[in-house]
Structure formats: structure tokens, C-alpha cells
């Protein structure tokens, strides 16, 4: 919240200037309304900004859980989360994505997969691995990129189109 203030790059139209903050008031509106709706059924993480400024709220259905969700503050919560890392405890050691889903392209999938990694240190879960299936081969090129952004350890067949990644902690 506090990056929209302290950026070097803002403008200083006061018409640009008022449309922001009431943007920012908004947003800060709407996100206290859905943490209190979150709070009551899942266990919140923390309240983060995506890349475009935007606040967003992220949580798990509860303490156990490995599955990371998260909502936008633009928008009332309703019980559903806008994007998700579907993630289970594997073993011991690992953490297994199953699937992640929402919208491409607006941070939350950095956002959840930041927290979901920070999830495994906490818990001392050195590793966290998962599978590109078939069904993802339509945008490959793109989780490859994001999870080599997120040092992912990334094995590709294209031939069988199928891939393993794997995270493993420095802590």
C-alpha cells in the first residue's frame, strides 16, 4: 500500500492525483470488508500488492493446509478466491502442486507461490515439486518462466509432453 506513495514516478495532475487515492480508499475499503469474511472460515497469511499496484488478500482454508488462495480487493469477497496454488503435503519433506489456477499475467501467481514457499520454511518442508501436464502444453513457455523465476529446478519432455519441477529450500 504504501509503494503508491512512496513512488518517484507519480504524476502531479491533481485530477490524476485524486482519482488514485480514491482508487487506494476503495481498495482499503473493500479489503477490510473481505478479511473479515475470510477470517471467518480460513486462516489469513497477509495482505500483499500485485505488480499493477493492487492490493490483495492471502490466506488458507486453515492451519494444516498447503493450498494458498487469494482475493482481490477490487472486488467483494463472495467465498470464492480469485487465483489459487492447489497444493498438498506429499511426505515429510515435499510439497506437491497439484494445479494453480486464476488469471495469468497480474502477480498472483508470484504472490501465492512466494507465500506458499515461505509456507514450506516455516513448517521446515525442504522441498516443493509438481508435474506440467499435457493439459498445461498450451502455455508451457510461460510456466517454465515462471517457475525458473521462482528457482524452480525445471525438466521438460517435449516429445512426451511432460514436465517435473522442483523447489528446494536453502534454509
Not at 19 to 38: A, G, S, T, W
Not at 75 to 101: N, P, R, V
Request: net charge negative; glycine share 4%.
Amino acid at each position: 500500500m504504501f509503494k503508491l506513495l512512496e513512488d518517484n514516478q507519480r504524476t502531479n495532475d491533481p485530477e490524476e492525483l485524486k482519482e488514485e487515492l480514491e482508487d487506494l480508499e476503495f481498495q482499503v475499503f473493500r479489503m477490510q470488508d473481505n478479511l473479515k469474511e475470510i477470517a471467518k472460515k480460513s486462516k489469513v497469511l497477509g495482505v500483499d500488492q500485485t505488480k499493477e499496484d493492487k492490493m490483495v488478500i492471502v490466506y488458507t482454508p486453515d492451519e494444516s493446509s498447503c493450498k494458498i488462495m487469494l482475493c482481490d480487493c477490487e472486488t467483494a469477497y463472495k467465498g470464492q478466491w480469485d487465483f489459487s496454488i492447489q497444493a498438498t503435503l506429499a511426505d515429510e519433506e515435499t510439497i506437491h502442486i497439484g494445479d494453480i489456477k486464476g488469471p495469468a499475467n497480474k502477480g498472483y501467481g508470484s504472490i501465492c507461490m512466494d507465500y506458499l514457499k515461505d509456507l514450506a520454511i516455516e513448517q521446515n518442508i525442504p522441498k516443493i515439486t509438481g508435474d506440467i501436464a499435457k493439459r498445461d502444453w498450451d502455455h508451457v513457455e510461460r510456466l517454465v518462466h515462471f517457475y525458473q523465476k521462482h528457482n524452480f529446478y525445471v525438466e521438460i519432455d517435449y516429445d512426451r509432453q511432460y514436465g517435473e519441477i522442483k523447489w528446494v529450500s536453502n534454509s
